[in-house]
C-alpha cells in the first residue's frame, strides 16, 4: 500500500502542476494543461486505481488551497474524477469461458461512453452553478465576451466593421457548452492512449492491447444521439445540455470513424496515404471530424467493416 500512496501523491502533484500554469495566468501552459489526467492515468493502469484516486485527492486538495474551492470543484468534475473513473474502468474484467484467455475486458467502446457520460456531467454541473436560468447564463457570457473584446482593444471578428459584441456574446454562449464537452472528451480519451501506451511500455498494463481498428459503440448509442439531438432544440439549460452531451458522443463517432478508416485500409496500398490525410486534416481545421463522425454512425447503421473490410491480414502497427 506504502508504494501506491507515494506515486498517487507523485501523480497528484504532477497533475496539480500542469493545471497551476494555467491558473497562474501563463499562456505556454496551455498546452500542458491538456495533459494534466495523463499523470493520474498512468498511476490508473500502471500500479493501481488507488494510486489514481490518491493522485486525485492531493491534487484538490493543493489546488484547493491555493486557488479556492471553486477551483477544487473545478478540478474535480472536470479532470480528476473522470480520469480515475476511466483509469478504473479500462481495468475492469469478467470471467467468460468464451473469452481469449477467459477473461473479458470493459470494452474501449463502453469507455468512450462513459468519458462522454463524464465530460456531459461535467459541463452541466458548470451550467447550473454559474446561472440558474439560460437568461442569466447568456448574460454572463456575454459580459464576460464584451469585457475580453474590450481588453483586446479590436472587434471580436478582428477588426472588421459592424461587429455587434452582444450578438456574438449570444452565440458563444450558445456554442460553448457543446464545444466544452466535445474538447473535455477528446483531451481525457487522448490522454488514457498515451497513459495506455506508457503503460504498456513499462509492461505494466494488466489487460491485453485492443484492437482498437474493432472499436464499436454500445448498440443504443446511436438512438440515444437522436433523443439527444431533438432534446437539444428546446430552449434554455435543459437544451444546452443535451447539446453538451450530443456533442460529446459525436466525439465518440469520430473515433469509431477513424477506427472504421484503420479497418478498411488495411491490406491496401493507399493506406498511408488516407490516414495520414485524414488525421492532419482533422487536426489542421477540425470540421472534418464531422464527416469521419458520419462514417462512424454509418457503420453503426450499415456494418461496414463486415460488408466491404478486407479481413486480410494482421493489424498494421498503429491500430495494435
Avoid at 463524464?118 to 465576451?145: C, I, K, P
Avoid at 479497418?263 to 492532419?280: E, K, N, Q, S, Y
Wanted: net charge positive.
Amino acid at each position: 500500500m506504502g508504494p501506491f500512496l507515494l506515486i498517487g501523491i507523485a501523480a497528484g502533484a504532477a497533475s496539480a502542476l500542469l493545471v497551476a500554469g494555467v491558473a497562474a495566468g501563463s499562456v505556454l501552459a496551455v498546452p500542458l494543461f491538456y495533459l494534466a489526467p495523463l499523470p493520474l492515468m498512468i498511476g490508473g493502469l500502471a500500479f493501481s486505481h488507488i494510486s489514481a484516486a490518491v493522485g486525485v485527492v492531493a491534487a484538490s486538495l493543493g489546488l484547493g488551497f491555493m486557488y479556492g474551492t471553486t477551483f477544487l470543484i473545478a478540478y474535480l468534475m472536470g479532470i480528476g474524477i473522470p480520469a480515475w473513473v476511466l483509469a478504473y474502468c479500462a481495468l475492469l474484467a469478467r470471467q467468460d469461458a468464451n473469452a481469449r484467455d477467459g477473461i473479458t475486458w470493459f470494452p474501449v467502446g463502453g469507455l468512450m461512453v462513459v468519458g462522454a457520460g463524464l465530460a456531459t456531467l461535467s459541463v452541466v454541473v458548470a451550467l447550473f452553478s454559474l446561472a440558474g436560468s439560460y437568461e442569466a447564463y447568456r448574460d454572463a457570457v456575454v459580459q464576460a465576451f464584451q469585457a475580453f473584446v474590450k481588453i483586446q482593444g479590436a472587434s471580436p471578428m478582428g477588426g472588421s466593421a459592424g461587429a455587434d459584441p452582444a450578438a456574438m456574446g449570444e452565440t458563444v454562449a450558445i456554442i460553448l457548452p457543446p464545444t466544452a464537452a466535445a474538447l473535455m472528451l477528446a483531451t481525457q480519451l487522448g490522454c488514457l492512449y498515451l497513459a495506455a501506451r506508457a503503460a504498456r511500455l513499462s509492461g505494466r498494463l494488466a489487460r491485453p492491447w485492443p484492437d482498437l481498428a474493432a472499436t464499436r459503440l454500445p448498440s443504443a448509442t446511436s438512438l440515444a444521439l437522436a433523443v439527444l439531438i431533438a432534446i437539444a432544440m428546446m430552449p434554455g439549460l435543459v437544451g444546452l445540455s443535451a447539446a453538451a452531451a450530443g456533442a460529446a458522443l459525436i466525439v465518440c463517432y469520430t473515433a469509431v470513424g477513424f477506427a472504421v478508416l484503420h479497418f478498411l485500409t488495411r491490406g491496401r496500398a493507399a493506406r498511408p496515404f488516407i490516414l495520414t490525410g485524414a488525421w492532419v486534416l482533422t487536426l489542421a481545421i477540425g470540421w472534418p471530424a464531422l464527416v469521419v463522425a458520419l462514417l462512424g454512425v454509418a457503420d453503426a447503421m450499415f456494418d461496414l467493416r463486415r460488408r466491404i473490410g478486407t479481413g486480410g491480414g494482421p493489424p498494421a502497427a498503429n491500430d495494435r
